[in-house]
């Protein structure tokens, strides 16, 4: 799979919401801990999956998109299918946890 992609709010809508498949969105802020450790699971998911694309948006630099999505801490993982938010985790996940998301929802 490709890598991560980090986008912006005016990405958001061609590659998150008009996608053809699901979108994991990793809400996450560069001071964060939980999400400097959730990073590299995101990428060995995204390397070895295809049936979903990952997406990454920094919260402090996206504020408009956080507030919209009533993010209230990080690291939050939305699942998008259809443009429609489908799932919400909220805090650090292991990997198989990841990928039972993404069995849900693929």
């Not at 801990?33 to 990428?43: A, D, N, T, V």
């Not at 990454?56 to 690291?75: C, R, T, W, Y």
């Not at 443009?83 to 998301?101: M, N, S, T, W, Y």
Request: glycine content about 4%; hydrophobic content about 40%.
């Amino acid at each position: 799979m490709a890598e991560i992609k980090h986008i912006s709010q005016k990405e958001f809508k061609d590659e998150v919401l008009e996608s053809k498949v699901p979108v994991i969105v990793d809400f996450f802020a560069t001071w964060c801990g939980p999400c400097k450790m959730l990073s590299p699971i995101l990428e060995q998911v995204s390397d070895e999956t295809d049936k979903v694309k990952i997406v990454k948006v920094d919260i402090d630099e996206n504020m408009d998109l956080a507030q919209q999505f009533g993010l209230m801490s990080v690291p939050t993982l939305l699942v998008f299918k259809e443009g429609e938010e489908v799932a919400r985790e909220i805090g650090f996940k292991p990997k198989v946890e990841i990928l039972d998301i993404i069995k849900k929802y693929s």
